[in-house]
């Protein structure tokens, strides 16, 4: 990618989202080093978590018994994460015209609470109270379907279960949050391959109500390949 193409990306949020084994963190590195090449400034906010408070939060998140936890409870949990990310790194590294790279954000929640059958537009009136005008400039979707993002990681999900009608979805975990899909293999193995396929389509959802530039791009084939996709949908981006 050209020094001018890279040079729009000063000042500006790009976040990187979709399931699990998507690719984000090889693209994300990889968009990283190429920025710094350049020599621009790079912030990375990782989501959930990211600040010492934020950290807090995740440690709650992973390390406690959460399956009796309301989804409400449980979104405003993220989106408490999301405001100190926001406030502690997003927008100080904006402000001095640092790119700051985004490993997942509001999408997630969309995604992954849609999944579990909390409406993704409440979630969007949350994040603006939660953050702002803190959206990103860009999100970019890594398309994989589950059982390649499976494949990827080496995880297996469960079989299909009935919600127990109290609130809690198919795809809520025993342990974990809904939400919270990417550190835990016993909290991978616990959601249904139909909860996965749910949150893989309401990914491809996103740009139709998301309140910022959103692109939707096939995640499947060789890293180089997928690069490739990535930086020419940061070319043909209005940054």
């Given at each position: 990618m050209s020094s001018e193409v890279l040079g729009r990306l000063r000042g500006k949020y790009i976040v990187f989202d979709g399931i699990d084994g998507a690719g984000k963190g090889a693209q994300l590195n990889l968009l990283e080093s190429a920025l710094r090449e350049h020599g621009m400034d790079v912030v990375r906010a990782r989501d959930p978590g990211g600040t010492v408070i934020g950290d807090r939060i995740r440690h709650v998140l992973l390390d406690y018994d959460l399956s009796q936890m309301d989804i409400r409870c449980e979104t405003f949990l993220f989106m408490a994460s999301r405001a100190q990310l926001a406030r502690d790194v997003?927008?100080?590294?904006?402000k001095t015209g640092k790119t700051c790279l985004g490993d997942r954000y509001v999408s997630a929640t969309c995604a992954y609470q849609g999944a579990a059958g909390f409406d993704p537009r409440r979630v969007i009136e949350l994040a603006r109270f939660a953050i702002g005008d803190t959206?990103?400039?860009?999100?970019?979707?890594?398309?994989?379907?589950?059982h390649a993002g499976?494949?990827?990681?080496?995880r297996k999900s469960a079989e299909p279960r009935r919600s127990n009608g109290g609130g809690k979805s198919a795809g809520h975990a025993s342990r974990h949050p809904t939400l919270f899909h990417d550190v835990h293999t016993d909290a991978m193995e616990a959601r249904p391959m139909d909860f996965h396929e749910r949150v893989h389509q309401m990914f491809h959802e996103l740009p139709a109500y998301y309140p910022a530039p959103v692109v939707v791009l096939n995640g499947l084939g060789s890293?180089?390949?997928v690069q490739a996709r990535v930086m020419k949908a940061i070319a043909d981006a209005a940054l």
């Open positions: 997003i927008e100080p590294a904006l959206w990103p400039h860009l999100t970019i979707i890594l398309d994989v379907p589950p499976h494949e990827r990681t080496g890293v180089d390949e």
